[in-house]
């Protein structure tokens, strides 16, 4: 199988929560954690986590795993600019990324797994879970295409790039609706800690 990197987009402000939300207890284990041990438990060989906001907060908790962790420095321009962080910073060895949010503590190892053994029986160079007709995360994305990530347009984020590469996506159906959710505010939080 090629080596895969798994970033983890970590670098919000959690403006939406009004307080640091990847560090809100998902069961007994802060939700940056959950996703971490989830992606672990996956096989990934490598995890790249990318920081930005509460830069001091993070690197304490992120600083006790098994991971690597990188700064955005851009993390206020929004999603797009972490992205570029990891695929900059994810090592030279590895043939693909998986992007990860920081903030769906609900997606299960298994998932994952699917994703990884899809790209490595496709020849598509881009593989994203669909739930129902709906894609989701995590979306991975051959290493071919950095120098188109580092060209986007933010207003228009990483789905202009399954756009405009729209043959080489594969659609992987699953049975897992957590790779549609995320937790924005305190009333996603509540719900996802009662559905766990």
Known sequence: MPEICAIILAAGESVRMGTNKLLLPY????????????????GVGHVL???????????????????????????????????????????????????????????PSHVTRQIVRSYGRSEQGIIVPVYRGKRGHPVLISRKYAADIERLDPSEGLRALLVKFRDDVEELKTDESGILRDIDTKAEYRKEIKLK
């Open 49 to 107: 986590v990318v920081l930005g906001a509460f830069r001091e907060t993070m690197v304490e908790e992120v600083s006790k795993l098994p991971v690597e962790y990188c700064f955005n420095e851009d993390f206020k321009k929004g999603m797009l600019s972490s992205v570029q962080c990891g695929f900059r910073n994810m090592p030279g060895t590895s043939a693909a990324a998986l992007i990860f949010l920081g903030d769906q503590p609900m997606i």
């Open 27 to 42: 069961g007994d284990t802060p939700i940056i954690r959950r996703v971490v041990d989830q992606v672990i438990l996956s």
